[in-house]
């Protein structure tokens, strides 16, 4: 069965210090990867998509996520937090053969200042 | 271009009584997909629909959850006899034709937060 598993449940940077939400997937084929941020009350946001193109994936807001297969990760960066980047994030992968999306925990990110 | 619409955005339920929550998909959106998140959770998949057929509904509780896509209408998620524990987000998804690489484009609503009291 295809999963992920987001290994922080919290993360706190401080404003304009690189941001890394972790994630690890397990799948027997190659997977179909998606990072999704919530802000409070909010719906959900698709940040960026790897679908078995290249393996660094540039996403909206400056984030971007690495797909290794060696390390079976997909994890989340960016260089620079800014306050309005302080929400909740999902890594989900595509099972189902398709037709549905299993969301990873969540890490809720903290941003000081 | 109006995204994925879902309504009441917020829903409050005395114990016992049904609940009715309304999804419209994007225009062009034949695929429809009920998701649901407990505080403090992550989403989780009830079913996914296409109009007037349930492909999988393999995350939907056994009892008192129903859900449709008419040809006509939105898709409605139907919750009877309402308990505190379906106090939840309830997410609405839709896209084009899944299971196409190069199409994964899930849009999702902003949910219906349902509060049983």
């Known amino acids: 069965a295809q999963s992920v598993t987001q290994l922080d449940s919290h993360v706190s940077v401080s404003e304009g210090t690189p941001v890394l939400l972790r994630c690890n997937y397990s799948s027997s084929y190659s997977p179909s990867l998606f990072w999704y941020v919530q802000h409070p009350n909010k719906g959900l946001q698709l940040l960026l998509k790897?679908?078995?193109?290249?393996?660094l994936v540039k996403g909206i807001n400056g984030f971007e996520a690495e797909f290794k297969k060696s390390e079976t990760s997909f994890h989340l960066t960016k260089p620079s937090a800014h306050m309005s980047d302080a929400a909740e994030y999902f890594c989900v992968i595509l099972t189902g053969g398709g037709n549905k999306l299993t969301f990873g925990t969540g890490t809720q990110l903290k941003v000081e200042l | 271009n109006a995204g994925v619409m879902q309504n009441p955005r917020h829903l409050v339920r005395r114990r016992g009584q049904e609940a009715r929550l309304r999804c419209s998909p994007m225009k062009g959106h034949s695929h429809v997909y009920w998701y649901r998140q407990l505080p403090e959770e992550g989403l989780k998949f009830m079913v996914y629909?296409?109009?007037?057929?349930?492909?999988?509904e393999s995350g939907m509780p056994k009892e008192r959850f129903s859900a449709e896509f008419p040809k006509e209408g939105p898709s409605i998620l139907r919750i009877q006899q309402v308990v505190r524990g379906d106090s939840a987000a309830y997410f609405c998804?839709?896209?084009?034709?899944?299971?196409?690489?190069?199409?994964?484009?899930?849009?999702f609503g902003s949910g219906t937060r349902l509060t049983v009291v």
């Open positions: 790897y679908t078995s193109a290249a393996t």
């Open positions: 998804a839709s896209s084009r034709q899944p299971g196409q690489r190069q199409s994964y484009g899930y849009t």
């Open positions: 629909l296409q109009k007037e057929n349930i492909i999988d």
